[in-house]
C-alpha cells in the first residue's frame, strides 16, 4: 500500500511538470523538517520561547492541546500531512512545520485478503483494533464490539 501511494504520488508529480528528482527532493526536505506523530498515540512538542498561538492546518489529522506556555501535546487523529504553526505573543512564528501522522508499526500485523486489509494488534496475543483503512467489516466488527463493551462497562457502573 506504501508504495502504491508513494507511486501515485510520483505519477501525479510528473503528470504536473516536476522531475523524479526535484519530487525526491522535495518529499526528503518535508520529511527532514517534519513533525512526526503516530495515530491515536500523544507526543510532547517544546518550542524555544512562550506561545501565544498555536494553528493546526487539519484539526482532524493532529490535535495540539496546551501544555504549558512552551509545552504542546500532539495528538495523531487521522494518516495525512497538515501544518503546525506556533506564534508568540507578538505574532512572530517561532514553528512553522509540517505534522505527519503515520500508522503505528509497533506490535500491529496487517492481513491482506486481495482488496481489503484487516489489522491485529500483537501483545502478545493477536487482537483486532480499530486502524483507519482497514476494511469496513474488520472495522466494523471491532467497532462494535468495543462499542458494545463500553456500553456494559457504563450500564455496571451506574
Known amino acids: 500500500m506504501k508504495h502504491k501511494l508513494i507511486g501515485l504520488a510520483l505519477a501525479a508529480a510528473l503528470a504536473t511538470g516536476f522531475s523524479s528528482a526535484s519530487f525526491a527532493e522535495s518529499v526528503s526536505d518535508v520529511n527532514s523538517r517534519s513533525v512526526l506523530v ?18 493546526i492546518g487539519n484539526p482532524a489529522i493532529v490535535d495540539a ?22 506564534l508568540d505573543g507578538n505574532g512572530d512564528a517561532i ?39 482497514d476494511d469496513n467489516a474488520a472495522f466494523n466488527f471491532a467497532s462494535g464490539q468495543i462499542q458494545a463493551r463500553n456500553q456494559l462497562s457504563q450500564s455496571n457502573s451506574n
Open 95 to 133: 514553528i512553522d512545520q509540517p505534522v505527519v501522522v503515520k500508522a503505528s508499526e509497533t506490535n500491529t500485523v496487517r492481513i491482506y485478503r486481495r482488496d481489503s486489509r484487516a489489522t491485529l494488534a500483537c501483545s502478545p496475543v493477536c487482537e483486532p483494533t480499530l486502524t483507519i483503512g
Open 65 to 86: 492541546t496546551i501544555q504549558d506556555d512552551q509545552t504542546l501535546i500532539l495528538t495523531g487523529r487521522s494518516f495525512g500531512v497538515t501544518n503546525l504553526i506556533v
Open 38 to 55: 503516530t495515530v491515536d498515540q500523544a507526543k510532547v512538542f517544546r518550542v524555544s520561547r512562550p506561545a501565544g498561538t498555536i494553528i
